[in-house]
């Protein structure tokens, strides 16, 4: 017997989603189902899946799982994708929500102009959030990769962030140092790698490889990590334009424990019904 599934299949920047209702639906999914559902060959092909769920304490659950199947904590593409689902989808009558995620709750708004502004939360820069950041109290560190010597910024948006300051993101070795980051045994929950070029006080480009996903066109909590290290050593002035290879997002961070503001679009791209004993 089939068992069949409705999703919406989404972008924010370029990050793709694949969207799936479990308010309504009863929704069940293995790792590998996740992993096989992500194939850009054999599947639908997304970076990260979302799983809207009932809440007890906000106004809808928000679950995320990369395309190799991990279950993470917070992403700010998807965060923007997700309010957008949950208008369209008649789910609520709020343009502004509130959700809670693995890392707490955040609040996504669908603005008139059409972009969506999340509040995602203090930026935290202490120990318990980055287990890396245990050897250290400050914000920038040495990191040791094949000999070569990096300095990184660990910073944590409720999913962990690693940013390195580069000359050029365009000729920077994202793939293999990312990949190399990422697993490094510094980081023992696998970490988020962002490539950040300074155009200007108010302006960076950036590229991020995604833990779980690889290289993304765009990285919401990799935009606000890198826009609130650069903010907090003062090579950058909030707001922050942020240029990924998939679109535009701004971030806004007033220092501190304030919250981190980032707006940016959130787009349908296609509805669909997908058979899970199929693939
Ligand atoms: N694309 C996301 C982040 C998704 C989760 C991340 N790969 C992780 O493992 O923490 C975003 O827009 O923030």
């Given at each position: 017997m089939a068992n069949m599934i409705k999703f919406t299949k989404m972008q924010g920047a370029g990050n793709d989603f694949m969207v799936i209702d479990g308010v309504t639906q009863s929704?069940?999914?293995?790792?590998?189902?996740?992993?096989k559902?992500?194939?850009?060959?054999?599947?639908?092909?997304?970076?990260?899946?979302?799983?809207?769920?009932?809440?007890?304490?906000?106004?809808?659950?928000y679950r995320i799982f990369n395309a190799d199947g991990s279950?993470?904590?917070?992403?700010?593409?998807?965060?923007r994708c997700f309010v957008r689902f949950v208008?369209?989808?008649?789910?609520?009558?709020?343009?502004?929500?509130?959700?809670?995620?693995?890392s707490g709750i955040i609040t996504p708004k669908l603005e008139d102009h059409g972009l969506v502004t999340v509040n995602m939360g203090a930026p935290r820069f202490k120990p318990d959030a980055i287990p890396f950041v245990a050897a250290s109290a400050a914000t920038h560190y040495a990191l040791e990769v094949n000999d070569q010597a990096f300095n990184i910024a660990a910073v944590s948006m409720g999913n962990p962030h690693a940013v390195l300051t580069v000359d050029d993101v365009e000729t920077a070795p994202v793939?293999?140092?990312?990949?190399?980051?990422?697993?490094?045994?510094?980081?023992?929950?696998?970490?988020?790698?962002?490539f950040m070029q300074v155009m200007d006080e108010h302006h960076i480009k950036l590229r991020v490889f995604e833990r779980g996903s690889g290289e993304t066109l765009a990285c919401g909590t990799g935009a606000c990590a890198a826009?609130?290290?650069g903010i907090?050593?003062?090579?950058?002035s909030s707001p922050?334009?942020?240029s990924a290879r998939g679109g535009e997002l701004s971030i806004a961070w007033q220092g501190a424990d304030t919250p981190v503001m980032m707006t940016g679009p959130a787009v349908t791209v296609f509805t669909g019904e997908i058979d899970l004993d199929a693939i």
């Open positions: 929704i069940s999914l293995s790792a590998d189902t996740i992993k559902l992500a194939n850009r060959q054999f599947g639908i092909g997304f970076d990260q899946l979302l799983l809207v769920e009932s809440s007890a304490v906000a106004d809808f659950k279950e993470v904590s917070q992403c700010g593409n998807g965060a208008v369209d989808q008649g789910l609520t009558q709020q343009r502004e929500i509130s959700v809670e995620t693995a793939l293999p140092l990312g990949s190399a980051i990422e697993h490094h045994p510094r980081f023992p929950e696998r970490v988020n790698v962002g826009a609130v290290t907090q050593s003062g090579r950058l922050v334009k942020v």
